[in-house]
C-alpha cells in the first residue's frame, strides 16, 4: 500500500521558516516526481513546487525565491524549506507523488498525503 506522510506543519509569525518533510512508502519514487501542494478552505488546490527524478526542480511564482524542495530518493523523502513566510503562505500543504514528470495539473498526480497544516500569523 502506497503511503505518503507529510509533517513538520505549524503555526509560525510571518518573516519565519519551517520545514515540511514527506516520508514515502509502499514504493519507491526514486524515478518520478514528487511535489508539494497546498490549499486553503474554498480555494482549489494548488501547484506549489516539485522535483522530477533528474533533480529538477519547479516552483509557482507565489513561492520562487522563498521556497526550496529537495529530495532523498535514499530514505525515499521529500522536503520543503519554506523561509520569508507570509499570511498568505496559510493552507494544508500535500505532498503528492507522480508516476512522470512534474506537472501543475493536479490529475497528474496519483498519490497524496493527508495534508500538514502551516498557519502563517502577521
Known amino acids: 500500500q502506497v503511503q505518503l506522510v507529510e509533517s513538520g506543519g505549524g503555526k509560525v509569525q510571518a518573516g519565519a521558516s519551517l520545514s515540511l518533510s514527506c516520508a514515502a512508502s509502499?514504493?519507491?519514487?526514486?524515478?518520478?516526481?514528487l511535489g508539494w501542494w497546498r490549499q486553503v478552505p474554498g480555494k482549489e488546490r494548488e501547484f506549489v513546487g516539485g522535483?522530477?527524478?533528474?533533480?529538477?526542480?519547479y516552483y509557482a511564482d507565489s513561492v520562487k525565491g522563498r521556497f526550496t524542495i529537495s529530495r532523498d530518493n535514499g530514505r525515499n523523502t521529500l522536503y520543503l524549506q519554506m523561509l520569508n513566510l507570509k499570511p498568505e503562505d496559510t493552507a494544508v500543504y500535500y505532498c503528492?507523488?507522480?508516476?512522470?514528470?512534474?506537472?501543475?495539473?493536479?490529475?497528474?498526480?496519483?498519490?497524496w498525503g493527508p495534508g500538514t497544516q502551516v498557519t502563517v500569523s502577521a
Open positions: 509502499g514504493r519507491s519514487f526514486r524515478n518520478v516526481a
Open positions: 522535483v522530477n527524478w533528474r533533480g529538477d526542480t
Open positions: 503528492a507523488g507522480g508516476t512522470g514528470d512534474v506537472s501543475t495539473a493536479r490529475k497528474a498526480w496519483t498519490y
